[in-house]
């Protein structure tokens, strides 16, 4: 007898120890095990342990078959329209995202480049005072050309009250003066915008100052 149960115990632990792992794995292949939540063209629900072929490129979500808690969600295939879009909706926010560091870090260097405050000040408002100068010259400028206009389209004026064909020259010269008023009116535009952008830019580099300048003290305590 004892010689049998010795023989024996073996094979029956090794019974157990298979048993063990074969209902460890039926467990492991259950908790791996997928379940599939989608939505047919009627806007049914159906739940599958395997997709349909025709769902494949569809929303769907991936739930666990032992637990029922969704895994994944699956949004459906892009057409190529709106893989194009969304490739390039990619590429604006990358090229955005890379302009905000190049200006971060350029504010960095600005701000670094002063001593104080008030010395960051005083250099932003000699830099508006050029552009103040601009502008002023600019709306001079556009102020005679209208008056030389004005002039012209006078001489025109009195010629055809008299009756007279408009000379060939006083009409080249109005449409010059014109052309002239219009461009000077977009420079006096785009440097008023250069100014804007300039206070901001100064505003914007006094808070950057005082954050930078309050770590430095905090740190020096």
């Known amino acids: 007898m004892t010689r049998t149960f010795r023989r024996t115990l073996p094979a029956a632990g090794l019974a157990l120890a298979i048993a063990l792992l074969a209902s460890a794995a039926g467990a492991q292949q259950q908790a791996d095990r997928k379940l599939y939540r989608w939505v047919d063209a009627s806007g049914k629900v159906h739940y599958t342990d395997a997709l349909p072929p025709e769902v494949v490129d569809k929303a769907r979500a991936e739930l666990s078959a032992a637990t029922g808690m969704v895994r994944e969600r699956l949004d459906r295939a892009l057409t190529p329209e709106e893989r194009v879009l969304a490739e390039a909706q990619a590429r604006t926010r990358a090229e955005v995202e890379t302009r ?7 504010d960095e260097a600005k701000v670094s480049s002063f001593r104080s405050e008030d010395e960051l000040r005083a250099a932003y408002a000699q830099r508006q005072t050029i552009i103040d100068d601009t502008l002023a010259g600019l ?3 556009i102020d005679a050309q209208r008056g030389s206009m004005h002039q012209q389209l006078g001489l025109a004026g009195d010629a055809e009250l008299a009756d007279r064909s408009v000379p060939q020259r006083t009409v080249e010269i109005i449409l010059d003066l014109r052309r002239e ?18 206070a901001e830019e100064m505003e914007r580099l006094v808070v950057l100052f005082r954050v930078r300048q309050q770590a430095d003290l905090q ?3």
Request: proline share 0%; hydrophobic share 35%; glycine share 6%.
């Open 139 to 141: 709306q001079a400028a």
């Open 219 to 221: 740190g020096e305590g």
């Open 100 to 106: 905000e560091e190049q200006d971060r870090r350029s």
């Open 181 to 198: 008023v219009l461009n000077q009116e977009q420079a006096l535009l785009v440097r008023s915008a250069e100014k804007q952008v300039l």
